[in-house]
T-cell receptor, first 114, second 117 residues
Framework: GNSVTQMEGPVTLSEEAFLTINCTYT??????LFWYVQYPGEGLQLLLK?????DKGSNKGFEATYRKETTSFHLEKGSVQVSDSAVYFC?????????????FGQGTILTVHP | GAVVSQHPSWVICKSGTSVKIECRSL??????MFWYRQFPKQSLMLMAT?????????EQGVEKDKFLINHASLTLSTLTVTSAHPEDSSFYIC?????????????FGPGTRLTVL
């Protein structure tokens, strides 16, 4: 079956530091890949997505590249801000899943200090 | 836009009682709603998928008689935990999506914390 593995947190960084959160996946076929973010007290929000190999998703300074050869979709940001403190979830949706059923990683807590 | 609410945000109940959780799409019509369960420091696990006006599709291992899902309108789905027990204590999250084909972005509610004593 499908699975997503994220690097364990929590991750604590100083403002303006470089961020990487690793994500690898196991899936049949050609899944679509996503990063979701959950700010304190709010629901999950789609941060970015990539639907085929070598695609790069980007949003709010975050980027992730769909690497089929390494089955990875690592999240990066060059300079984090305090407002980026949140929980980040990597997820996939299998090809052909008519309702876009999502499989999530376990989430990574990011805390950014001033 | 695309706001999903859940009510209540937290609930404490006694073992053996039933609890209903509501999920509403506030500014769009949701043909599909999903219910997830999240344990501490663990991933979201999909429990069931519901389409307006039809029976929910449950994931393997989820007891459909214990977790009753109703999706009576395009803006409301409910999850009822029947005869709740302490092991049902968890964080329940719903999401809503429009359309029924391809990937349609899911919009998530803030979650409901259930504690069964």
């Amino acid at each position: 079956g499908n699975s997503v593995t994220q690097m364990e947190g929590p991750v604590t960084l100083s403002e303006e530091a470089f961020l990487t959160i690793n994500c690898t996946y196991t899936a049949t076929g050609y899944p679509s890949l996503f990063w979701y973010v959950q700010y304190p007290g709010e629901g999950l929000q789609l941060l970015l997505k990539a639907t085929k190999a070598d695609d790069k998703g980007s949003n709010k300074g975050f980027e992730a590249t769909y690497r089929k050869e390494t089955t990875s979709f690592h999240l990066e940001k060059g300079s984090v801000q305090v407002s980026d403190s949140a929980v980040y979830f990597c997820a996939l949706s299998s090809q052909g899943t008519s309702y876009g059923k999502l499989t999530f990683g376990q989430g990574t807590i990011l805390t950014v200090h001033p | 836009g695309a706001v999903v609410s859940q009510h209540p945000s937290w609930v404490i109940c006694k073992s053996g009682t039933s609890v209903k959780i509501e999920c509403r799409s506030l500014d769009f019509q949701a043909t599909t709603m999903f219910w997830y369960r999240q344990f501490p420091k663990q991933s979201l696990m999909l429990m069931a998928t519901s389409n307006e006006g039809s029976k929910a599709t449950y994931e393997q291992g989820v007891e459909k008689d214990k977790f009753l899902i109703n999706h009576a309108s395009l803006t409301l789905s409910t999850l009822t935990v029947t005869s709740a027990h302490p092991e049902d204590s968890s964080f329940y999250i719903c999401s809503a999506a429009t359309g029924t084909s391809g990937f349609n972005e899911q919009f998530f509610g803030p979650g409901t914390r259930l504690t069964v004593l």
